[in-house]
């Protein structure tokens, strides 16, 4: 019988012999910070949607190895048996702090940051990492979609083209959180309470001798909720006639029909002249059919007749960019004092440049329109002065900077754990839901735009800029010295 898999055991072998290192070399009990951050906004957008944290809590609050998996390893040979009885008590003991699901993030600054012994927060890094940057890559595409339609539902359905189970149930929990009305995934109602949504396929309608029929059956089954596929022979001479004829017989004045292939916008315009002719003004008209962001928003421009959209493939899957770039680094070693030696990455490709040491995140509101602008990283140890004029730094700059005023600033990390016990209580998904969507509208138009949107700033501290330029001087002097 196959056992059960050990999501502790979802990890990248160089983490298991790096902390076999760290333990040979003394550093069972060093504390150390990793940032999780990303890099680059999926399809050239201007913000990210954070989602995840949920499986990230319960991932570390189950945290272990077992006999199994102990036993697993010492069979591949190349760990000592006393880092293999340190794993078969491995508890997670260390600090998280997160950004809370739903909130609009930007490239560089810390989504989730972990303080631990460096074996703990290495052991993490490939779980966290794939449960954050799959969710915020589907949240960030829901979010396009949603805001493509423009007030129109848009349901998502693309389980079956979703990469495996866990991309169609989670990525449904994505996709809900970033304002989906609903998903075609039973499962994830059940788990997660993700309104579970559903019309009919095409084999519904051939089962049946005829057309007719088949909408007949269907709404003798539901007669408050019909929903008729009407493009399984022809849209304009058999499936609308045919809806329409069931709905009088019914005496449905606001039941559906989805149309699932050809050319939407003329096709819409026919069915809706058609519809308000017969009186069925209140029925409503579903698209579905491979659909994006783009699409839609031709859709709507061209004046198609749309009242809601069932969106598969390039949903559940981000097809346009497939990957969210989130990356996992050390940022600094904690000292005996409690002090930090910060630590960064350096690179000829700037991007790839991190940005060192314990830090806190504040996101800055215009006081006049309540807007948010900029993003605002500061060492831990800080302590700023929000009621004086602020000084911004570029962090890939030595000269770009900007001072602002009447603002205000809130912290965007929350304490997720403390000494290995979790503090933070998860809010219900629809309460996940209706954050994002207040989020998202705090951010100016021009940062939600498709196409080249306003760059929106993520700047450092005079303190964070200085220290990051210092050590950047430092490694730039010791390569010369070679």
Not at 186 to 211: C, I, K, N, R
Not at 237 to 265: H, Q, W
């Amino acid at each position: 019988m196959e056992r059960k898999q050990n999501p502790a055991m979802l990890c990248d072998f160089y983490e298991m012999t790096m902390s076999r290192g760290y333990f040979e070399h003394g550093f069972s009990d060093k504390i150390v910070y990793f940032d999780l951050f990303f890099r680059q906004v999926p399809d050239g957008g201007g913000f990210a949607i954070a989602a995840g944290l949920e499986q990230l809590i319960e991932y570390v609050r189950d945290l272990h190895f077992d006999e199994e998996d102990v036993a697993f390893l010492r069979a591949k040979g190349g760990f000592s048996e006393e880092f293999l009885n340190y794993l078969s008590s491995f508890r997670f003991t260390g600090d998280i702090w997160a950004v809370p699901e739903g909130t609009p993030v930007f490239p560089g600054e810390p989504v989730v940051t972990v303080r631990a012994p460096v074996m703990e927060a290495q052991l993490m890094e490939t779980f966290l990492l794939l449960t954050v940057n799959h969710q915020s890559l589907i949240a960030t595409k829901a979010c396009r979609i949603v805001r493509a339609a423009a007030g129109r539902p848009v349901m998502e359905f693309g389980s079956r083209r979703a990469q495996g189970a866990d991309g169609a149930v989670l990525g449904a929990r994505a996709a809900y959180i970033a304002g989906c009305a609903g998903t075609a995934c039973v499962l994830s109602d059940q788990v997660f309470g993700v309104p579970s949504l559903g019309t009919m396929a095409h084999s519904w309608v051939q089962m049946f001798d005829s057309e007719y029929e088949a909408f007949h059956k269907y709404c003798e089954l539901y007669p408050n909720n019909a929903t008729l596929l009407i493009d399984t022979y022809n849209v304009l001479k058999s499936g609308l006639p045919n809806a329409i004829r069931v709905f009088k017989e019914f005496g449905i004045t606001k039941g559906g029909v989805r149309i699932d292939s050809g050319d939407m916008t003329y096709l819409t315009k026919k069915v809706r002249k058609a519809l308000d002719e017969a009186g069925l003004t209140e029925t409503k008209i579903v698209a579905s059919n491979s659909l994006d962001e783009w699409i839609i928003r031709d859709l709507i421009m061209q004046g198609a007749q749309i009242d809601s959209f069932g969106v598969g493939e390039r949903l559940i899957t981000a097809k346009s960019t497939p990957v969210f770039g989130g990356v996992y680094k050390l940022v600094a070693i904690e000292n005996e004092d409690g002090t930090t030696t910060p630590k960064i990455k350096v690179s000829e490709n700037v991007e790839k440049i991190t940005t060192p040491d314990f830090k806190r995140v504040w996101r800055l509101y215009d006081r006049e329109t309540g807007k948010n602008f900029a993003d605002y990283l500061t060492l831990a140890t800080e302590e700023p002065d929000f009621s004086e004029p602020l000084e911004l730094f570029d962090p890939n700059a030595t000269w770009k900077r900007q001072t602002v005023e009447n603002y205000e600033a809130r912290e965007l990390l929350v304490p997720i754990f403390k000494g290995g016990e979790c503090v933070y209580t998860s809010p219900d998904i629809r309460a996940i839901r209706d954050y994002c969507r207040e989020q998202v509208d705090l951010l100016w138009d021009e940062v939600k735009r498709f196409e080249n949107p306003h760059n929106y700033y993520v700047d450092l501290s005079p303190a964070l800029w200085q220290e990051k330029r210092d050590l950047l001087v430092s490694h730039t002097s010791r390569k010369a010295e070679k």
